[in-house]
């Protein structure tokens, strides 16, 4: 049993099937990566993993609770966190701001009139809010404001936001996209680090074989919007099916 | 002090001071002079700028710190001000009542308002905003004046007559005019100090120092972590949402505080005149608060008050010059030339106020979006860098001598 | 029953204004993504091109009648419109008559210069910035050519009558066999508004340029990679949908006299037609224009204002508050356009 079960989903966009019979199971603190051909419906099943759509069949249970028809706060109380494709901070905070955000969301709220320092005091949000920007390699940026940053500390900082919550699933949109070499393989060590680290399941989009293959210890691949295979990683490069969709491709 | 950092103290600490020394601030030309009428310092026009600054600053908490422009904040303008007169009618003219039933009529009003407007976003909002706005207008014009069931008197507006409850007026002790406890809003000091007269008037003062107070909660609001949340749905609702964070109790509560602030605003308007007229609530109403916050600069704390500030003090000033005055002002000119220039002014003078703010807005919206303080503080920068400049410059030519 | 068809026919007119200026909103909406507060003004000044030609029309010199006399005794001064005497009276006056149609022929090219220069010179400035700025700045905009016309022709509505072939009344029931009386110019209108969206609907459906800005409503990113020249062709649409509301303005003259703000009470009902319809849609913002104007005139009933006083000020809002929260995307409206 996983801590995340996908089963029977299926989704149409008026006449277009986007998702058929998607079965997925991932395990608790594994790597698992989804795969698949641009207009395999990787995106369309995430947003339905995050409650951004509702499927039209199926169940999606998140440590044995259903995760359908909740909004996407809810879920993310439920402790799943998600990272965008391009990432998605407060531009016009700063980057120690941005950080405190998600130690504030923990409490439930800052429905307070205390001025901002009177609060920090009084708890360890700006404590936990610095030490993750330690964390993340950003604690000489505390003070920038988060639009300023470059493509991969944006990046880092959107990771360090999700990760501050202490989530249980991590899902992360292809988060390498648009990034410099150096940038990816960043990242990469990054993420591997919090998977190693931290008690963590992560759920990984992606697109580049490199990524996924340094990071993923499962594998789904996906194809016309219904999963084609799902194994390890040496099993999927030498599936002939899976070449034929997809490395075939690329290759 | 206060809680305030020793920056938004000393801010809280001048903006006190230049309002209580507003009498003579602003009434630095000798009453006898010519200039005598550029003098903003007497009540009437003293009392609509520290008004219209709480209206400002309860509309920026809105607006400039979470981005939802609402096009219906004089709704709440209105039903403070109606609120205010119902007291005067049924108690008496002691303001006290008055203002705090304003405060929690429109607080409650704005919750209604708010929680459905707030159900959408963007454009969407402003129009659900003006939409009520403009059935509150409606209903307050007319269904709601019916001989039967007479709430806002309609047309001729809300007032209060001879026949009126009254229950704990003593005209014999108290004055028939609103009043705090016996002293009227309208009891004026004057003070002849050799060529100029300064006005001290009681309805001033107890405005000012509630907008000091409103001005002071609005720092706290701006500086605590409420406020960063607020921020942070004008910087990224989708993150947020995804942070956990259910947005719309936020932006419900900032939604209310500034209706409360709006109506507290209009039932000030009506302590210092009985009057309320619908056309308050008006749509072109909403328009001059967006107006004040983008002027003087919105998500800035002082930027709403002095973008009150010179709206109210230009209108006030171009509604009195006339063609008259213009010939005067450039009777050094030619005949001919004096003429044309009179000519060229006249469209955006008296009458033609509104004109000159809706250019003057367009110009303030495309060149400087952070309105006043923006520009304030690109001057400040610039004439920084020239002073950089030219030291950086006698520098390099020192060692040449 | 015929007591409810009229009410229908009565909101017909309205509803034929609020259809048209929704229809502009719209088509800027969708094909320039920019929300224009002062497309209401556009309709105002397509009023004043009527009341302008009127005036030049109307334009005279005097004469002096020596066979008549005034109250006073003096010779009667008598005013002759230069065109009744260029033309000769009948052919002359008939064109003074006819006025408000011939505006039209005045209002397009104006309109459409109107339309360019406030796309090229304002507008398209503000496609990228957020769209509270473009609401503000077309809201000041609006303020500014609403404040131009005060000036020029004063603060008073200005009557404006339509031709008198066309100014009385017919019975439109008499071929059903019932008696429905009804002003002949509000037919009309109703047939000049159904042209006038019938002559856009045809133009988007069967021409190429119609299509590309149709591809360019769906999505504007994929047909500019196409190397379509697709901002010069929504500057066209812009003059076009300021045509549309201008023209909608000229011919409503006879039915309401124009004056100045009457662009921003016709604004604000446009936009919650606009949203009623659903944004970005174009036959959602007729279909909810004509409905509006409709229900609208029902509410104006006698029954109706007797039983809910006041229902007749407030329906639209009432209505466009229910559809706002029922179904956010309006009757028609597309998927993903505004919506957040």
């Given amino acids: 049993m996983g801590i995340l079960e996908v089963k029977d989903v299926g989704k149409r966009f008026g006449g277009l099937q986007a998702l058929s019979d998607v079965n997925l199971s991932v395990k608790e ?26 499927p039209d069949t199926g169940s999606v249970m998140f440590d044995g609770q259903s995760v359908l028809g909740r909004a996407p706060y809810e879920i993310n109380q439920m402790g799943i966190s998600r990272v965008f494709q391009t990432p998605e901070i407060f531009g016009d905070l700063t980057v120690l701001e941005n950080m405190m955000i998600p130690c504030f969301a923990k409490r439930d709220g800052a429905f307070e009139l205390n001025a901002l320092s009177a609060v920090l005091k009084q708890n360890d949000i700006l404590e936990r809010a610095e030490h993750m920007l330690e964390e993340m390699n950003m604690a000489d940026k505390r003070g920038m404001h988060a639009a300023a940053l470059s493509r991969g500390d944006k990046r880092r900082l959107e990771i360090g936001m999700c990760l501050s919550q202490e989530p249980r699933l991590l899902l992360l949109d292809e988060p390498t996209a648009g990034m410099a070499r150096a940038d990816t393989n960043n990242t990469i060590d990054l993420l591997k680090q919090i998977s190693e680290e931290r008690d963590i399941t992560i759920a990984i989009i992606e697109h580049d074989m490199h990524v996924v293959f340094s990071l993923a210890n499962r594998i789904t691949v996906l194809a016309q919007g219904t999963p084609l295979v799902e194994d390890d990683p040496q099993n999927i490069r030498g599936n002939p099916k899976v070449r034929e969709a997809y490395l075939g491709e690329s290759a | ?51 219209f600054g709480i209206f400002a600053i309860g509309f920026n908490i809105l607006f400039g710190l979470t981005g939802y422009l609402s096009f219906g904040h004089a709704a709440f303008l209105g039903v403070g001000s109606y609120s205010c007169v119902w007291m005067f009618k049924l108690l008496g003219y002691n303001v006290l009542p008055g203002i705090l039933l304003s405060i929690a009529v429109s607080g409650v009003f704005a919750l209604l308002i708010g929680y459905v407007s707030l159900r959408r976003s963007g454009i969407y909002f402003s129009i659900l905003t003006l939409a009520f706005a403009q059935m509150s207008y409606a209903l307050a014009y007319s269904v709601l004046s019916n001989p039967k069931f007479n709430l806002t008197n309609g047309e001729t507006g809300l007032q209060v007559y001879a026949d009126d409850p009254q229950w704990f007026h003593n005209p ?26 300064f006005q001290f008037n009681a309805g001033y003062y107890l405005c000012a120092v509630i907008m000091l107070a409103c001005f002071y909660l609005a720092i706290r609001i701006f500086r605590s972590p409420f406020g960063m949340m607020l921020r942070a749905v004008k910087s990224n609702q989708q993150r947020m949402n995804y942070t956990g964070l259910n947005s719309r109790p936020y932006t419900l509560a900032a939604f209310v505080i500034s209706g409360m602030y709006a109506g507290l605003a209009g039932g000030l308007l009506s302590a210092v005149d009985p009057l309320a007229g619908a056309e308050r609530m008006q749509w072109t109403a909403s328009g001059e608060v967006v107006l004040m916050t983008i002027l003087g600069g919105a998500g800035t704390l002082i930027g709403p008050v002095l973008g009150a500030g010179f709206i109210k003090y230009f209108e006030n000033i171009f509604s009195k010059i006339n063609d008259y005055v213009l010939h005067s002002w450039f009777s050094f000119l030619p005949d001919g030339m004096e003429d044309a220039v009179v000519f060229l002014i006249h469209p955006f003078i008296g009458k033609g106020w509104h004109l000159t703010l809706g250019i003057l807005f367009m110009l303030v919206v495309i060149f400087l979006p952070g309105g006043l303080v923006e520009g304030g503080q690109r001057l400040v920068n610039w004439i920084r860098g020239r002073k950089a400049k030219s030291s950086t410059a006698a520098h390099e030519t020192n060692p040449a001598e | 029953m015929d007591a409810i068809l009229l009410q229908i026919l009565n909101g017909l007119d309205k509803g034929s204004a609020y259809a048209l200026i929704a229809l502009g909103l719209t088509l800027i909406f969708g094909t320039l993504g920019v929300v224009n507060f002062a497309h209401g003004a556009l309709f105002m000044i397509g009023a004043f091109c009527a009341v302008t030609l009127q005036r030049i029309l109307n334009l005279s010199f005097e004469t002096v009648d020596e066979t008549q006399t005034d109250f006073l005794g003096n010779p009667l001064k008598v005013k002759t419109p230069y065109v009744e005497a260029w033309f000769g009276p009948d052919i002359g006056g008939s064109i003074v008559d006819w006025a408000v149609p011939l505006a039209i022929l005045f209002a397009i090219p104006i309109m459409i210069g109107v339309g360019y220069v406030m796309e090229r010179g304002l507008i398209k400035h503000f496609y990228k910035r957020p769209h509270a700025d473009q609401i503000l700045v077309t809201f000041g905009l609006a303020i500014v050519l609403q404040e131009v016309v005060k000036y020029f022709y004063g603060a008073n509505p200005i009557q404006t009558p339509a031709p008198d072939a066309l100014n009385g009344v017919m019975n439109l029931g008499a071929v059903i066999g019932m008696d429905i009386i009804y002003p002949v110019w509000r037919v009309v209108y109703f047939a000049f508004a159904v042209l006038i969206i019938g002559g856009i609907f045809c133009f988007l459906q069967f021409t190429t340029f119609g299509m590309v800005v149709r591809a360019g409503m769906a999505d504007r990113e994929t047909v500019g990679l196409l190397g379509i020249n697709i901002d010069r062709r929504f500057t066209i649409m812009f003059g076009i949908a300021a045509a549309v509301a201008g023209l909608a303005g000229v011919m409503y003259t006879p039915i309401n006299p124009p004056n100045y703000h009457m662009g921003m009470d016709f604004l604000v009902l446009s936009f919650v037609v606009v949203v009623v319809g659903g944004m970005g849609s174009l036959p959602g913002a007729v279909l ?53």
């Fill in chain 2, 172 to 197: 014999d002790r108290l004055p028939d005019l609103p009043h705090l406890f016996g002293l009227s809003m309208r009891a004026t000091y004057k003070l002849d100090l050799g060529a100029w007269e």
């Fill in chain 2, 1 to 51: 002090m206060f809680g305030l950092n020793k920056k938004d103290t000393s801010v809280l600490i001048i903006v006190a001071v230049m309002v209580m020394l507003a009498p003579f601030l602003l009434n630095p030309f000798p009453s006898a002079s010519g200039l005598a009428q550029f003098n903003a310092g007497y009540p009437d026009l003293m009392q609509k700028f520290v008004i």
């Fill in chain 1, 29 to 54: 603190n594994s790597v698992h990566a989804i795969i698949g051909p641009n207009g395999a419906g990787k995106s369309t099943l995430l947003n339905c993993l995050v409650g951004k759509l509702i």
């Fill in chain 3, 288 to 340: 909810a224009g004509f409905l509006l104007g409709i229900l609208e005139s029902f509410a104006s009933t006698t029954w109706a204002t007797t039983t809910l006083p006041g229902i007749n000020q407030i329906i639209i809002y009432l209505v466009a508050i229910a559809v706002l929260l029922t179904r956010p995307r309006g009757l028609m409206g597309r998927k993903g356009v505004m919506e957040d």
